[in-house]
């Protein structure tokens, strides 16, 4: 058994229970999305998992739509979608505005209406939020289809475990001009019952088949297509939070842009081999492990461990590849443009190339295993309907903006304490202090627009303004101090690099000798300086929080 498919550890009994009655919170659509490809949609039709969940007949329908945008792409770039859909002789019209993660999982703002024709009709959404970005002539007057979607749609009732669900079966194709690409996915909405059973469905329906957690929508599909954009390499995505929602829900969205960013860059690590993907894959898992930490006291539960525990498996993953990465690029590529003729430096980059490659094998043996997809299902399953929002919890409902002062104010203070002996630290300490600096930066990115964004008794903008300004120096200094840490980590970690080859042939010994930095010791107090003078910035930093 590989390590990708090794067991996953299962939510005890007890949990599951508890999850059934969560959230206690208002009640909100739950909706997810699995991808999978069309054969394996053959096979889940004809599998138990379906067969005895199914609750009546399937329905099936033929949709047609044509989305419209500009042709410099103004509504993308506002995180707007415009389509009519044709589904027999009806017209509908419908405009979704993209409110990110933080809405929910797969949640969009969604205007629907009724049109006499296959062109949209603007005017039905003049009473709705999106008329002042319609009403600009250069949108208004220039709205052209963009590209379409073919779907066959098969709906499904499906009933199990207490919970009732509509299963929205799409095969189809999106067609952008001589461009084509086809698509199969399934969408479950909760209509009745516990959120929790519904992950526990989606987690079923990918131990039978390779489906995987989805948030691409049809639009995304078609706008890529119609750019000519492959496999994109996704950095983190923004979380916009209001200082009052409740200090869980600011949690979930951060959770989601999380898991979102992950599962963004998985075509770029699968199909491109992208060292790009590989880092931003890791910061995606990191992130989502320093909230987990950051939360701790709101979201504490007995499946909190294992969730982070999981997500740490995946990490270490993609760890190898990340490391040799950063060592090719730093070392062996400057070193072998130094020594274009030198056969030992050239019999050591051959060498350090087979490494990366094995090291990519493993990443993606676990990127595209039955471990990691399952994984996802259930970080997905704890974070919209875990244990921790059960019953009555006042950390948890109460408003975000104390919590994130208070627990900046604490982390803060730590990084000031021990960052100001940088300079004496031994290696494991300063190992620490790059790990707390690391957390620290990630929650001063999660909770920016908690203290940045305007508000109502700030009708000037003047205290977000001056909030704004001072997010960014503690923000940069955090940055740099970041920075400047990691690359004395990855100095020390350069030195083992060469400990891995076991009985090298002459020439790889003889290059390997060579491998040695001259400069390692001058480059090492230069990033010590950096690191201090970062430090000073940020101990000088005002708090944006207060």
Known sequence: MTPADAPLPQPAPAAEAAAADAPTGPERE???????????????SRHAVLKEAQAGPAKNKRMEATYFDTPDQRLRAKGVSLRVRRIGKARIQTAKAADGPAAGLFDRAEYEATVGGDAPDLALLDATPLAPLFAKRKIREGLAPAFAVSTRRRILPVARDGFAAEMAVDEGVVTAGERTEPFCEIELELTRGAAGALFRFARAIAEAVPARLGFRTKSERGYALAAGEGPQVVKKIEVSLDPAMPTGAAFQAIARACLAQLVANEAALRDLRAPGAVHQSRVALR????????FKGVVEDDRRRAVSAELKWMANALGAARDLDVYVATVIEPLRAAHPDDADIARVAEAFAARRDAAYAAALEASTGARYRLMLIDTAAWVEAGDWLCGERAVRDAPVEAYAARLLTKRSKRIRKEGAAIATLEPEARHELRIAVKKLRYAVEFFESAFTRPRADDESGKRARKAGKRHATALG??????????????????????????????????GLAKLARPDAEEAAAAHLAAARKAYKRFAAAKPFWG
Not at 30 to 44: F, N, Q, S, V
Not at 287 to 294: C, E, F, P, S, W
Not at 483 to 499: K, Q, R
Request: charged share 30%; glycine share 6%.
């Open 287 to 294: 992130r989502l492990r320093a909230a987990i930490a950051l």
């Open 30 to 44: 739950i909706e997810l999305k699995l991808e999978l490809a069309p054969a394996d949609w053959k096979r889940l």
């Open 477 to 510: 200094a955090l940055e740099a101090l970041q920075e400047d840490l990691g690359a004395l980590n990855d100095i020390a970690v350069g030195e083992t690099m060469a400990a891995g080859f076991a009985d090298p042939d002459p020439a790889l010994a003889r």
